[in-house]
């Protein structure tokens, strides 16, 4: 019942069925019309070989008759050769012999005639076996219409089934069931077999993506705690202690990591959503802002590019040259430099630090979310470490990529890169 219903629900394989079906019907009566047609076409030469048959049986009856042994052996191997009944009249139109049973059904009879004169008749009646000619034709036909739509429907299935598969996966996956993936054979046709694998592509990217959400969300929410903790607790000393100028600075401080954290955050979510607002930016004035923002030395920048425009989110590109100067900061002893400089083709911006340097692995470790180093002193308890992932996850959506290196004799170089050119405005 449930494979019916199925097949009532797909549309599509039951068209292809009924289309097929359809067609075989129609070729195979416009065949058997065509056949008709074309022993029709025959007819006089048909007729005229009747005729000479008449001819040939009359003037053997007509030699024999007044025989009536020899007349009743050619009456015998007649009904035998034509396989029915045949009756000899004399000419009055009495029965004087019946070769089987008398005549039931349709007859025709032949006048044998001798010297002009009528001297009886034969009448040959209708086939004994009166559907044979029908059988004979229409079974192979409605045995060869069968066997055709039955092809017809299994090459409806095998058209339908892949799709009606694509549709269920995708109904899962608007239902929530984001483990949902299609399974097509590897005989269907590659089209099929290349948007099945389009849905099963986007499916695991949804489900990492909101996986990623909820460990990021749930990791936040612990976060959270600790600023706020410590607002709690410097809020009831300023109320029994009066509010002093340190108290109120550390009260903005953890203000501002909050808000940094919500920062970061608000920018994650945009890239979550794909909510890039590409616009023509200049590279060296994106670095100069986020300088000035910081409240770094403005002549810690350093442009090595005749070229630095490219197409990217004001937004995004801001916040990432912000975490990357206060990862210099905080971890690397301060920043040494901020540097712009164009290659390939690609716009690279880099915060050099004079601190201890990255410890063996690290260089790829501190773009992990969430991740801090107690193997040297560039992590601090401040940080969150989402500060150098949100870098990386800024740099790939703008089509680059995020990289950290130690520098010769001391210090770290952490930058990321991204697709240069833009036109002018």
Known sequence: MKRFSAYLRGGLQRRIFLWFGASILVASVTATLVTWIAAGLGEPTWRRNIDRGRSYLRGEFARVWDSPAERE???????QSIETDVMLLDQDGRVIAT?????????????IERGGQPVGAVRICGPRHRFRPFWRLGLPLLLTTAVLWAASGAIARRLGRPLWEISRVAQDIGAGKLSSRASIPWRDPGEVRVLAQSINDMADRIEKQMADQRVLLGAVSHELRTPLARVRVLLELARESGADAKTLDELEREVIEIDRLVGELLASSRLD???LKPLALDAAEMARQALERAGAD??????????????GDATLIARAL????DNAIRHGGGLACLRVRARDGRIAFEAEDAGPGFTGGDEEQVFQPFYRSSKDGRADAGSHGLGLALVRRIAQAHG?????????????CVGFEVKGGAPES
């Open 73 to 79: 052996a050619m009456a015998r191997e007649l009904s």
């Open 99 to 111: 070769i089987g049973n008398p005549c039931r059904r349709g007859a025709f009879s032949m006048a």
């Open 273 to 275: 959503f794909a909510a």
């Open 298 to 311: 403005p002549s810690l920048l350093q442009v090595e590019a005749s070229g630095t425009r490219f197409l």
């Open 322 to 325: 912000a975490n990357l100067i």
């Open 400 to 412: 680059g990529s995020a990289y950290a290196v130690n520098r010769a004799p001391q210090g770290a």
